[in-house]
């Protein structure tokens, strides 16, 4: 942050265009958090990219009053890595939902991660197919009555999370469209963080799939059907009454009485192994609590850190190329 | 354990002076033949001589050991005249082993020379070859004057001092080999007893075999009855300079390296590895000491979006593939276009459909580069015509995609990529300097177009980290000059129209066409690697009074300017290509013109003969 820049509200980082999201889609509160987030976090309009694929949450960029790109489907991870890999002072941002990074782009998914470049993607989770008019997607559950599946769908579900994970995340987490508070405070996390973020969103699609996380918002079942994670702290949901422990390799839903947290499992985003962080992501609905927060937060050596030192280390030793003398290295005659 | 390096005496029989000779090379993959042609080349290239290569081998990396799909084959033709093919027949034909022999005795001259490995020819190797009779003995080579050498033999017997085993000792008779031809041709051992130096360095016993196994084949000839006299083979007349040897792929990527450095822009390339391209992914990563960055990306898709990318930044992108590869990067391509950014896509063409021939030439993805995507979307495209030529392809190339802001393409082929030629090194600071700009920033009460144009119709090349010009692309229609979303019909056709009329534009910009050879008759039009073939047939045909003109189409799209006046003049136009009639197609519709097509899909180049043919017949 350059104390000597203007400050720029949440305001400026919308553009001109009007937004064309159905009224009510959960992507409106995703847009104004992520403008909420920028101007807090101190970031620049013109540092910035957005780049996405194609969907409905693939709109996203057009709505920045930053620099973005509208791509093609699937493939903005690999946009964000060419772009990164060659400025890598920039904020990259990839917007991505279920569908497109999970179908048609999950081998670009999967490869960003595992290579730690370090941009921020958001992934919009409704588990449908919002543009093309409701279809199943590879989130949507077994047995999902959808315009492609009429007699429900047979595919079983990927676990964007588990996926991420299982590709060496450095940084995993999931949100909810409708938790302001808590949106707010996962993205800024993200963007602090160095290396591929990974946050999913569970986003409403009135249209199309309406209320499938009813569950995790609702006033009366979110308590129970989540678990906020915190760094350093014991599993406890439902106002403090239930705690998860574990029961050899398995998390198993214990009653907490008196705030007793002894035997619980203790959150720890920062533990070298993942194996913590992909046991959360297998907790479901109804069976266990989902839980929102961070997941996992490590350290690991960035993607575009690292071609750049390549690059600078090349230099140093064998200084600045020179097009005369690479032509002629190795044999060579002269005709008179 | 004393060693032979300087005991290469000069050869003591009759030299016969001839102006050209065809060598071919055959034998097993694992038995170094590519390793022996490049050594024959470099050492022909050294001695004056102008050269051109022509490397054949299977696609797979260790095909069964003696059968014949695992023959790999390198043929130089090295000459005293200017040369732009590795030659029709050849005139030395070097076998290692029977299906060598069978595979590649149908192309050796009636006058040739077949100098065969006689120690490989047992009851296994002919099974292996599939062969019922000894080719040696059932009348195979009788019409041929072949010199049977026991050449395994004589190599262990040769490195038996340096104490290798047998298998490695074995593993020496390319050199061998290497010795008796670089006898035969009197070529200078020094550059290879280098090139042994420098590969075996951590190995000296190695070297030591191999100096030994050199110089037994050297010897050989001169104690051998078999042959009465060498051949020599004056220098060539070229354009004084300094020369070495490249190889196109190699070429292609300094180019590319040259552009970068002329442009004053660092080089950005995503690439996944394919036959035959995937050498200039090699090269281009030692080069990071000119800023270059080579990511090698998960899959085809994500090499060219990463190279979009990269241009959305403002470096210099390219992606680099062969035919299936491009397949698969069609959407990405569409996307490029509509973006009208600058970047590169170079397409090393093999034989295709599909997986096709991986490591052989052909010509056929030209209408998939010219017509590939959805939509309507020309892009310029430029071929390579031979391996030297790759340079200027690559910096001509990049200088069009930055004036015109536009993706463009290069095509080369497995020809020129693997073959070798001399170069003139360039003097550096005659290379043409690329223009790029940017615009800097926000001007005072203008609003910014991120889709506004200049003459040449180039949209500004604005990038992420300029104050007040922040703006998206995308793949949906643009709206003229804002470049915001618009489903306008008026407004679409006008971007169709507009992004079309930028490609023609290109036609101005670079050099017409010239004509070599007759000015009336018949015209021999050719594109890409078989300039070679053409002209020199051209040359050919002229010589023996057919009157053939011959254009080369460095642009096929847009065409030269001029082509079409030039095709005018002619009474018959023939078109020669290495697949069913491409080029032919896009130049009927063009020209409305009858001409008829020379096509061959083989996966081989074609030979002068087959052109000064078809020349001869079609000016009937
Ligand atoms: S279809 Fe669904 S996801 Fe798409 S904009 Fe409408 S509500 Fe949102």
Same mark, same amino acid.
């Given at each position: 942050?350059?104390?000597?820049? &203007?400050?720029?509200?949440?305001?400026?980082?919308?553009?001109?265009?009007?937004?064309r999201?159905?009224?009510?889609?959960?992507?409106?509160?995703?847009?104004?958090?992520?403008?909420?987030?920028?101007?807090?976090?101190?970031?620049?309009?013109?540092?910035?990219?957005?780049?996405?694929?194609?969907?409905?949450?693939?709109?996203? &960029?057009?709505?920045?009053?930053?620099?973005?790109?509208?791509?093609?489907?699937?493939?903005?991870?690999?946009?964000?890595?060419?772009?990164?890999?060659?400025?890598?002072?920039?904020?990259?941002?990839?917007i991505?939902?279920?569908?497109?990074?999970?179908?048609?782009?999950?081998?670009?998914?999967?490869?960003i991660?595992?290579?730690?470049?370090?941009?921020?993607?958001?992934?919009?989770?409704?588990?449908?197919?919002?543009?093309?008019?409701?279809?199943y997607?590879?989130?949507?559950?077994?047995?999902?009555?959808?315009?492609?599946?009429?007699?429900?769908?047979?595919?079983? &579900?990927?676990n964007?999370?588990s996926?991420?994970?299982?590709a060496?995340?450095?940084?995993?987490?999931?949100?909810?469209?409708?938790?302001?508070?808590?949106?707010?405070?996962?993205?800024?996390?993200?963007?602090?963080?160095?290396?591929?973020?990974l946050?999913?969103?569970?986003?409403?699609?009135?249209?199309?799939?309406?209320?499938?996380?009813?569950?995790?918002?609702?006033?009366?079942?979110?308590?129970?059907?989540?678990?906020?994670?915190?760094?350093?702290?014991?599993?406890v949901?439902?106002?403090?009454?239930?705690?998860?422990?574990?029961?050899?390799f398995?998390?198993?839903?214990?009653?907490?009485?008196?705030?007793?947290?002894?035997?619980?499992?203790v959150h720890?985003?920062?533990? &070298?192994?993942?194996?913590?962080?992909?046991?959360?992501?297998?907790?479901r609905?109804?069976?266990?609590?989902?839980?929102?927060?961070?997941?996992?937060?490590?350290?690991?050596?960035?993607?575009?850190?690292?071609?750049?030192?390549?690059?600078?280390?090349?230099?140093?030793?064998?200084?600045?190329?020179?097009?005369?003398?690479?032509?002629?290295?190795?044999?060579?005659?002269?005709?008179? | 354990?004393?060693?032979?390096?300087?005991?290469?005496?000069?050869?003591?029989?009759?030299?016969?002076?001839?102006?050209?000779?065809?060598?071919?090379l055959?034998?097993?993959?694992?038995?170094?033949?590519?390793?022996?042609?490049?050594?024959?080349?470099?050492?022909?290239?050294?001695?004056?001589? @102008?050269?051109?290569?022509?490397?054949?081998?299977?696609?797979?990396?260790?095909?069964?050991?003696g #059968?014949?799909?695992?023959?790999?084959?390198?043929?130089?033709?090295?000459?005293?005249?200017?040369?732009?093919?590795?030659?029709?027949?050849?005139?030395?034909?070097?076998?290692?082993?029977?299906?060598?022999?069978?595979?590649?005795?149908?192309?050796?001259k009636?006058?040739?020379?077949?100098?065969?490995?006689?120690?490989?020819?047992?009851?296994?190797?002919?099974?292996?070859?599939?062969?019922?009779?000894?080719?040696?003995?059932?009348?195979?080579?009788?019409?041929?004057?072949?010199?049977?050498?026991?050449?395994?033999?004589?190599?262990?017997?040769?490195?038996?001092?340096?104490?290798?085993?047998?298998?490695?000792?074995?593993?020496?008779?390319?050199?061998?080999?290497?010795?008796?031809?670089?006898?035969?041709?009197?070529? @200078?051992?020094?550059?290879?007893?280098?090139?042994?130096?420098?590969?075996?360095?951590?190995?000296?016993?190695?070297?030591?075999?191999?100096?030994?196994?050199?110089?037994?084949?050297?010897?050989?000839?001169?104690?051998t009855? @078999?042959?009465?006299?060498?051949?020599?083979?004056?220098?060539?007349?070229?354009?004084?300079g300094?020369?070495?040897?490249?190889?196109?792929?190699?070429a292609?990527?300094?180019?590319?390296?040259?552009?970068?450095?002329?442009?004053?822009?660092?080089?950005?390339?995503?690439?996944?590895?394919? #036959?035959?391209?995937?050498?200039?992914?090699?090269?281009?990563?030692?080069?990071?000491?000119?800023?270059?960055?080579?990511?090698?990306?998960?899959?085809?898709?994500?090499?060219?979006c990463?190279?979009?990318?990269?241009?959305?930044?403002?470096?210099?992108?390219?992606? #680099?593939?062969?035919?299936?590869?491009?397949?698969?990067?069609?959407?990405?391509l569409?996307?490029?276009?509509?973006?009208?950014l600058?970047?590169?896509?170079?397409?090393?063409?093999?034989?295709?459909?599909?997986?096709?021939?991986?490591?052989?030439?052909?010509?056929?993805?030209?209408?998939?580069?010219?017509?590939?995507?959805?939509?309507?979307?020309?892009l310029?495209?430029?071929?390579?015509?031979?391996?030297?030529?790759?340079?200027?392809?690559?910096?001509?190339?990049?200088?069009?995609?930055?004036?015109?802001?536009?993706?463009?393409?290069?095509?080369?082929?497995?020809?020129?990529?693997?073959?070798?030629?001399?170069?003139?090194?360039?003097?550096?600071?005659?290379?043409?300097?690329?223009?790029?700009?940017?615009?800097?920033?926000?001007?005072?009460?203008?609003e910014f177009l991120?889709?506004?144009?200049?003459?040449?119709?180039?949209?500004?090349?604005?990038?992420?980290?300029?104050?007040?010009?922040?703006h998206?692309?995308?793949?949906?229609e643009?709206?003229?000059?804002?470049?915001?979303?618009?489903?306008?019909? @008026?407004?679409?056709?006008?971007?169709?129209?507009?992004?079309?009329?930028?490609?023609?534009?290109?036609?101005?910009?670079?050099?017409?066409?010239?004509?070599?050879?007759?000015?009336?008759?018949?015209?021999?039009?050719?594109?890409?690697?078989?300039?070679?073939?053409?002209?020199?047939a051209?040359?050919?045909?002229?010589?023996?009074?057919?009157?053939?003109?011959?254009?080369?189409?460095?642009?096929?799209?847009?065409?030269?300017?001029?082509?079409?006046?030039?095709?005018?003049?002619?009474?018959?136009?023939?078109?020669?290509?290495?697949?069913?009639?491409?080029?032919?197609?896009?130049?009927?519709?063009?020209?409305?013109?009858?001409?008829?097509?020379?096509?061959?899909?083989?996966?081989?180049?074609?030979?002068?003969?087959?052109?000064?043919?078809?020349?001869?017949?079609?000016s009937?």
């Open positions: 942050m350059n104390a000597e820049l &203007p400050v720029l509200k949440a305001a400026d980082f919308a553009s001109d265009q009007d937004v999201w159905c009224p009510g889609c959960g992507d409106y509160s995703i847009l104004a958090q992520m403008k909420k987030v920028l101007a807090q976090t101190g970031a620049s309009q013109e540092n910035t990219v957005f780049i996405s694929g194609i969907g409905c949450s693939s709109r996203f &960029p057009y709505y920045m009053n930053t620099y973005g790109m509208h791509s093609i489907h699937g493939r903005a991870p690999a946009f964000a890595s060419g772009l990164k890999s060659t400025r890598p002072e920039l904020d990259v941002w990839v991505t939902g279920d569908g497109d990074a999970l179908s048609i782009g999950g081998n670009h998914f999967m490869h991660i595992r290579r730690n470049m370090d941009v921020n993607i958001v992934l919009f989770n409704n588990a449908i197919y919002g543009l093309t008019k409701g279809q997607s590879p989130t949507s559950k077994q047995g999902a009555v959808t315009k492609s599946t009429p007699r429900g769908s047979i595919d079983f &579900p990927l964007p999370l996926i991420a994970i299982a060496e995340a450095t940084f995993v987490a999931r949100s909810i469209d409708t938790n302001i508070k808590h949106l707010v405070k996962t993205l800024t996390r993200a963007s602090e963080h160095k290396g591929t973020s946050i999913e969103v569970y986003q409403n699609c009135n249209i199309f799939n309406d209320g499938i996380w009813d569950y995790a918002k609702g006033k009366d079942t979110k308590d129970k059907s989540t678990v906020v994670l915190e760094h350093g702290q014991p599993l949901f439902d106002g403090g009454s239930k705690g998860i422990r574990l029961n050899g398995a998390p198993e839903i214990v009653d907490v009485v008196d705030d007793d947290h002894e035997g619980l499992l720890d985003e920062k533990s &070298p192994s993942n194996q913590l962080a992909f046991l959360l992501s297998r907790m609905h109804p069976e266990f609590p989902e839980p929102i927060g961070v997941f996992r937060a490590v350290e690991r050596a960035t993607y575009d850190d690292q071609i750049n030192d390549q690059v600078d280390d090349a230099r140093a030793e064998q200084q600045e190329g020179d097009l005369t003398k690479l032509f002629n290295s190795g044999d060579t005659w002269t005709v008179e | 354990m004393t060693t032979v390096t300087d005991q290469f005496l000069p050869p003591q029989k009759p030299s016969e002076a001839v102006s050209g000779v065809t060598v071919r055959a034998g097993d993959s694992g038995d170094g033949m590519q390793l022996l042609g490049t050594q024959l080349t470099n050492t022909s290239a050294l001695a004056g001589n @102008d050269v051109a290569t022509f490397p054949d081998f299977p696609a797979e990396i260790r095909a069964p050991v #059968t014949r799909a695992g023959v790999s084959g390198f043929q130089v033709q090295f000459s005293a005249e200017q040369i732009f093919t590795p030659g029709d027949g050849v005139d030395a034909l070097v076998v290692m082993n029977p299906a060598a022999l069978v595979t590649n005795i149908g192309d050796l009636k006058s040739g020379i077949l100098i065969i490995n006689s120690d490989s020819f047992g009851p296994k190797d002919l099974k292996l070859a599939k062969l019922d009779t000894n080719p040696l003995e059932d009348g195979t080579i009788e019409p041929y004057r072949s010199i049977k050498v026991s050449m395994s033999k004589m190599t262990l017997a040769a490195v038996e001092e340096t104490g290798l085993s047998t298998k490695f000792a074995g593993r020496c008779k390319n050199f061998f080999a290497m010795g008796l031809v670089f006898w035969l041709y009197g070529r @200078d051992v020094e550059p290879t007893l280098r090139f042994i130096e420098k590969k075996f360095s951590k190995k000296p016993e190695v070297a030591e075999a191999n100096r030994r196994a050199l110089k037994a084949g050297w010897n050989y000839g001169e104690t009855e @078999d042959f009465a006299s060498t051949y020599q083979v004056p220098k060539a007349e070229l354009t004084p300094t020369y070495r040897n490249v190889m196109g792929n190699q292609l990527a300094w180019g590319l390296v040259a552009a970068s450095k002329l442009s004053k822009k660092e080089l950005f390339l995503g690439s996944y590895p394919i #036959t035959p391209a995937s050498d200039i992914l090699h090269e281009l990563s030692k080069h990071k000491n000119f800023g270059v960055r080579t990511f090698q990306a998960e899959d085809e898709i994500a090499a060219i990463s190279a979009i990318g990269a241009a959305f930044g403002g470096a210099m992108a390219l992606t #680099t593939s062969s035919g299936p590869g491009i397949a698969l990067k069609g959407e990405g569409g996307l490029a276009l509509m973006l009208e600058p970047m590169l896509i170079v397409d090393v063409q093999r034989g295709g459909p599909s997986t096709g021939l991986p490591t052989k030439t052909e010509q056929s993805d030209l209408m998939m580069m010219m017509y590939g995507r959805n939509g309507e979307s020309p310029p495209i430029i071929a390579a015509r031979s391996p030297s030529d790759c340079f200027m392809t690559a910096i001509e190339a990049w200088r069009v995609a930055v004036k015109f802001m536009t993706p463009v393409i290069i095509m080369s082929d497995g020809y020129i990529a693997n073959g070798a030629e001399p170069w003139r090194i360039p003097d550096v600071s005659e290379l043409p300097e690329i223009k790029v700009t940017h615009p800097a920033g926000a001007v005072e009460g203008e991120p889709y506004s144009r200049n003459e040449d119709l180039a949209r500004p090349w604005a990038v992420p980290g300029t104050p007040g010009l922040m998206r692309v995308g793949g949906l643009k709206q003229d000059g804002t470049g915001n979303v618009s489903y306008d019909p @008026d407004n679409h056709q006008k971007m169709v129209q507009t992004r079309a009329e930028k490609v023609a534009r290109v036609a101005d910009f670079v050099d017409p066409i010239e004509v070599e050879g007759s000015d009336s008759g018949t015209l021999l039009i050719s594109w890409g690697g078989t300039y070679g073939a053409c002209h020199t051209m040359k050919q045909a002229v010589a023996e009074g057919v009157s053939v003109g011959h254009v080369h189409c460095r642009w096929v799209s847009p065409f030269p300017a001029n082509l079409g006046d030039v095709i005018a003049k002619y009474d018959r136009v023939l078109v020669a290509e290495l697949n069913s009639g491409q080029l032919l197609t896009l130049l009927k519709s063009t020209y409305l013109v009858d001409a008829k097509g020379l096509n061959k899909v083989k996966g081989k180049p074609f030979q002068v003969s087959e052109v000064v043919d078809a020349l001869k017949a079609i009937k």
